[in-house]
Nanobody, 128 residues
Framework: QVQLVESGGGLVQAGGSLRLSCAAS????????MGWFRQAPGKEREFIAA????????YYADSVKGRFTISGDNAKSSVFLQMNSLKPEDTAVYYC?????????????????????WGQGTQVTVSS
């Protein structure tokens, strides 16, 4: 089993920055990729970014490209999301997720069903 714990959420003004962290524990050696999703009230869970450990390949949603950066450590035990130029529409609960699946095409990591384990989420609120 793998457990994921997010941290780093909070309240920030528009234009500000936050850095989210996700620490994984358990059988992390089977991880092939990790991702970040978010869910705003009344909306479906939305893909944000993913990183495949092999080759450190990343993939981003168009809505955050150029503003957010996903990264992680080589031990596959932590993933980070640096969020810059935050907007009120970025307000949501942010979740990290982990998968054992390997895809050559990193765009396949955009689907929530791809992931095996999820964290409990961390709230990000961006005020205008």
């Amino acid at each position: 089993q793998v457990q994921l714990v997010e941290s780093g959420g909070g309240l920030v003004q528009a234009g500000g920055s936050l850095r989210l962290s996700c620490a994984a524990s358990g059988r992390t050696f089977t991880t092939n990729a990790m991702g970040w999703f978010r869910q705003a009230p009344g909306k479906e869970r939305e893909f944000i970014a993913a990183i495949r450990w092999s080759g450190s390949r990343t993939y981003y949603a168009d809505s955050v490209k150029g503003r957010f950066t996903i990264s992680g450590d080589n031990a596959k035990s932590s993933v980070f999301l640096q969020m810059n130029s935050l907007k009120p529409e970025d307000t949501a609960v942010y979740y990290c997720a982990r998968t054992t699946r390997y895809y050559t095409d990193t765009s396949y990591y955009t689907g929530a069903s791809t992931y095996d384990n999820w964290g409990q989420g961390t709230q990000v609120t961006v005020s205008s």
